[in-house]
């Protein structure tokens, strides 16, 4: 029931904000770059052998292993006229391999700027004629074009992309965003809680549409994982699926892809039990932990998120505030209830529970089922 996690990364959150406004002074904001010497890493135009008909350029003398987790550059600021609606900060974890901030004008102008291993062969597509300008000490790619300009540039071992639409960033508006990043210094995630973290809205088409929320949090991990299980099937269900392996964090890798630098074994698995009941309702129970995406949650509950705009581009109310705040065990949840299908997420201490109801079943009913789990 849950979308792919290349899936999630194209989704962009969305939120009302202010006006565009950025300082004209770009000579100023040049000297506020550190002028730190920076490895040779460059990228490399490869445009001429590539078949397609789109500026390509890929990363010369980076990396040969992916860093994980990536130390991660924070932002000194916001651009004046633009509202952060995505912190990397809240979602960065010991497997984080990317990052993505995001931000958004009250024109409705979205702004992406992702972080992640400057690793040789590494391509940045571009979808116009691409320009380069020396920024401090930073070599600056920046392409515009009609409803979206995009710009990168490698600081030490991270690759920086900045893209924006439906509004093209001028190239001073794209530095003073160049600007925003803080190169004193890159720091892995800190240790904390696991928490949830709301979601904005998105465009889709003509139309707006909710995101899913998700679990932030970097908790530390102990020696041994403590799964939740039910210690016996729920009175009138009989197992249907062992409890198993479902995903490490470490699965997002393709086989091709370097190895993970940091990383030898990784966590235990994550883990599946399902149930099903005389009528043919199903009870599934997942412990996951935070990995290399973003973990979103009710990504899949069609009345709350997905679909949920009109034709008009009118955004469907009702379904988002079906969603509860609940305790369960003593731990802090979230649960929606629908007509056939119901959702809920349990925050442990390093691991986050997720249950599925496939059925109609009251929210009493399903919250004392899972009050049944026990570790």
Do not use: C
Not at 18 to 33: H, I, K, N, P, T
Not at 110 to 124: F, K, N, P
Not at 145 to 174: R, V
Not at 273 to 283: D, K
């Amino acid at each position: 029931m849950k979308m792919t996690k290349q899936k999630k990364k194209r989704l962009w959150i969305l939120i009302a904000a202010g006006v565009l406004l950025v300082g004209a002074a770009v000579a100023a904001v040049v000297l506020l770059v550190p002028g730190q010497a920076q490895p040779k890493r460059t990228l490399v135009d490869i445009s001429a052998y590539d078949a397609g008909s789109s500026p390509m350029y890929t990363v010369q003398g980076g990396l040969t292993e992916n860093l994980a987790p990536l130390p991660r550059y924070g932002l000194t600021g916001v651009p004046e006229g633009y509202t952060q609606i995505r912190n990397s900060a809240q979602t960065a974890n010991r497997f984080s391999v990317t990052y993505q901030d995001a931000f958004l004008s009250q024109e409705e102008n979205r702004v992406q700027l992702s972080q992640q291993t400057a690793g040789e062969g590494v391509t940045v597509s571009f979808l116009d004629q691409v320009q380069t300008v020396d920024f401090g000490n930073i070599q600056v790619l920046y392409s515009a074009g009609t409803g979206f300009s995009s710009a990168a540039w490698i600081y030490g071992d991270t690759l920086f992309q900045l893209t924006a639409d439906p509004i093209p960033l001028s190239l001073e508006e794209t530095l003073a965003f160049v600007n925003l990043v803080d190169y004193s210094a890159a720091a892995e995630p800190e240790v904390r809680s696991l928490e949830f973290v709301e979601g904005g809205v998105i465009l889709l088409g003509s139309g707006t549409t909710h995101l899913p929320w998700m679990v932030g949090g970097n908790p530390q991990l102990p020696g041994q994982i403590e799964y939740y299980s039910f210690p016996q099937a729920p009175e009138g269900y009989i197992e249907t699926q062992p409890i198993g392996s479902v995903i490490s964090p470490l699965d997002n890798f393709p086989a091709d892809s370097p190895v993970v630098a940091g990383i030898t074994d990784g966590p235990e698995e994550e883990r599946m039990e399902a149930y099903q009941n005389e009528e043919g309702e199903v009870l599934t129970l997942t412990n996951r932990m935070v990995g290399t995406g973003n973990d979103y949650i009710f990504s899949a509950v069609n009345d709350v998120y997905l679909g949920s705009s009109n034709p008009d581009g009118a955004s469907v109310e009702g379904g988002e505030s079906r969603i509860q705040t609940v305790t369960v065990n003593g731990m802090e949840g979230r649960l929606y209830s629908g007509a056939d299908a119901s959702q809920l997420v349990l925050l442990g201490d390093y691991l986050f529970l997720e249950f599925t109801y496939q059925g109609s079943i009251s929210p009493e009913e399903f919250l004392a089922l899972a009050a049944l789990v026990e570790r």
